[in-house]
């Protein structure tokens, strides 16, 4: 005899009278997340989208309104697409790199010895409990005209005079592949270390070698792991907004420096709102496309075997 269901929940009949409906479980334990997302990522979102449309006024008060000049403003401005531009690039730059050097870390953290594996993931997972600060922080030292990267150059006689690293694309493109790198380990490890090793040993039975062994069945089984790595990577670098600060600088503006200027100097709730809107949605493209173009490269490559 199977036990009753523990999500029963109480509604009125015609009658007026009560009478039990069963709910799904897993609506029960979606719930504490769901009340979550509404209200601390749907409604702020929402509240953003309804400033987006608002005027701002002569002495800069915020108008309520229903006008579409915040975006005209931002689209006719070719400084502002540019930022948005300089944006996606850097976080594609940011994800690629993340994802070569986190690829070979994971795949060489997955095969190591079970006794060293936990140890190199606490190593990998280390910075995490450091601050992003201060992190960045050691990298002005590093990047500096008189850092580590420049002496060293210096000293090997590659370069004859110091190079700009600090307040560069370059730089904030170092310090961000740092900060995110362990995240792309994460994400590719679970996947590596959870896949059957059987089909990578029937492989080389068969008389594969171990280069066909890795493109024909490691990296296809890896796909959700890359996706899921990229897509988060990519995710937070075009919204980070502390390293693009310290190390960029007023010198390398992406769209997080640029919101945060609109709302916190210039006092321009309107503008910053579309800012994050045009943020979001973009994102939100560029990862469904990212994502059918994967579907339909895996259901071709699925069609030719």
């Not at 006092?267 to 469904?288: G, H, K």
């Amino acid at each position: 005899m199977q036990p009753m269901p523990l999500s029963l929940s109480f509604d009125h009949g015609k009658d007026g009278s009560l009478m039990l409906r069963r709910l799904p479980p897993q609506w029960i334990l979606m719930a504490p997340g769901l009340l979550i997302l509404i209200f601390f990522f749907l409604l702020p979102v929402g509240q953003l989208l309804l400033f987006s449309f608002y005027r701002t006024t002569a002495d800069g008060m915020m108008e309520k309104a229903f006008v579409f000049e915040q975006y005209l403003a931002f689209f006719k401005d070719p400084h502002y697409l540019k930022i948005l531009w300089r944006t996606l690039v850097m976080g594609a730059v940011i994800s690629l790199l993340c994802l070569i050097l986190g690829y070979c870390l994971a795949y060489g953290v997955a095969r190591s010895n079970p006794k060293n594996k936990y140890l190199l993931l606490l190593l990998i997972a280390l910075p995490l409990l450091t601050s992003a600060v201060i992190r960045n922080f050691g990298w002005i030292v590093i990047l500096g005209r008189k850092g580590l990267i420049n002496q060293l150059l210096l000293n090997i006689g590659f370069i004859d005079k110091p190079i700009d690293l600090l307040y560069t694309s370059t730089g904030v493109v170092i310090a961000m592949v740092h900060v995110l790198l362990p995240f792309m380990v994460l994400v590719l490890y679970s996947v590596l270390d959870g896949m059957d090793r059987n089909l990578e040993s029937a492989a080389a039975n068969l008389g594969a070698s171990p280069s066909k062994v890795f493109w024909f069945v490691t990296l296809p089984l890896s796909l959700p792991g890359i996706v899921a790595g990229t897509l988060l990577v990519f995710s937070i670098s075009i919204s980070f907004y502390i390293t693009p600060a310290l190390i960029g600088g007023p010198r390398v503006q992406v769209m997080a420096t640029e919101i945060y200027n609109q709302t916190i100097h210039l006092m321009n709730w309107p503008y910053a709102s579309a800012l994050a809107v045009v943020l979001l949605v973009t994102v939100f493209l560029i990862t469904n496309l990212y994502n059918r173009a994967l579907r339909r490269s895996s259901a071709q490559g699925a069609g030719i075997v």
